[in-house]
């Protein structure tokens, strides 16, 4: 059975910073893009940051770039979201999803696998 487990949120303070991991098992994600995705309350899910498959390209949301950083270990099958300089503004739900046939990342529907996601709350 294939899995993304998110792990690594949390409450911090404005200005603060976390790491969220997305550890995959039941299949070898090595080869394939990788993003983070996420849902503040009431409102849809939106595209945060991409990783391709070797880790030599990374794409950011506009409102993120800068602050946020996508890395990922194939040998761990592991993605991660370094989030610095935290707003209230990024509270949300935090998702990790596995692209593997290529589809834009502002499809959500063209992702293939999901995380159940992990809660990021930024106090003010």
């Known amino acids: 059975q294939v899995q993304l487990v998110e792990s690594g949120g949390g409450l911090v303070q404005a200005g603060g910073s976390l790491r969220l991991s997305c550890a995959a098992s039941g299949r070898t994600f090595g080869s394939d893009d990788m993003g983070w995705f996420r849902q503040a309350p009431g409102k849809e899910r939106d595209f945060v940051a991409a990783i391709g498959w070797s880790g030599g390209n990374t794409y950011y949301a506009d409102s993120v770039k800068g602050r946020f950083t996508i890395s990922r270990d194939n040998a761990r099958n592991t993605v991660y979201l370094h989030m610095n300089s935290l707003k209230p503004e990024d509270t949300a739900v935090y998702y990790c999803?596995?692209?593997?046939?290529?589809?834009?990342?502002?499809?959500?529907?063209?992702?293939?696998?999901w995380g159940k996601g992990t809660l990021v709350t930024v106090s003010s």
């Open positions: 999803a596995a692209n593997v046939y290529g589809s834009s990342w502002y499809d959500i529907g063209g992702m293939d696998y």
